[in-house]
C-alpha cells in the first residue's frame, strides 16, 4: 500500500510542478506583451525583419560592473541580452 501512495504523490507532484511551470509562462508572456503595449518606440536600431536562433554566451566580468549591468538593465526595463544587442546594433553605425 505505500508504494501505491509514493506513487500517487510523486504523479501529483509533477503534476503540480507542470501547473506551476505553465502559469509562470502565461505570466511571462503576459508581461511581455504588457511591455510592449507600454513601449511607444522601437528599441534603437535592433533588427526586426528577420528572426536569429539566440545562442549561448559566457562573459567574464568583475561582480562590481555584473551589477552596473544589470542595473543598467532594470532601469532601461530590458535584460542583459537585449541591453548587450541593442549596443552591438548601435556600434555598427
Known amino acids: 500500500m505505500g508504494k501505491k501512495k509514493n506513487k500517487a504523490k510523486k504523479k501529483e507532484e509533477k503534476k503540480a510542478k507542470k501547473a506551476r511551470k505553465k502559469a509562470k ?6 508581461k511581455q506583451e ?7 518606440k522601437e528599441p534603437l536600431n535592433v533588427s526586426t ?9 559566457n562573459l567574464t566580468i568583475t561582480p562590481t560592473n555584473k551589477n552596473k ?3 543598467l538593465a532594470k532601469s532601461a526595463d530590458t535584460s542583459v541580452s537585449e541591453l548587450i544587442a541593442q549596443w552591438i546594433e548601435n556600434q555598427e553605425q
Open 34 to 40: 504588457e511591455k510592449n503595449r507600454s513601449e511607444s
Open 49 to 57: 525583419s528577420k528572426k536569429e536562433k539566440k545562442v549561448s554566451l
Open 69 to 71: 549591468l544589470k542595473n
Open 25 to 30: 509562462e502565461k505570466t511571462k508572456i503576459a
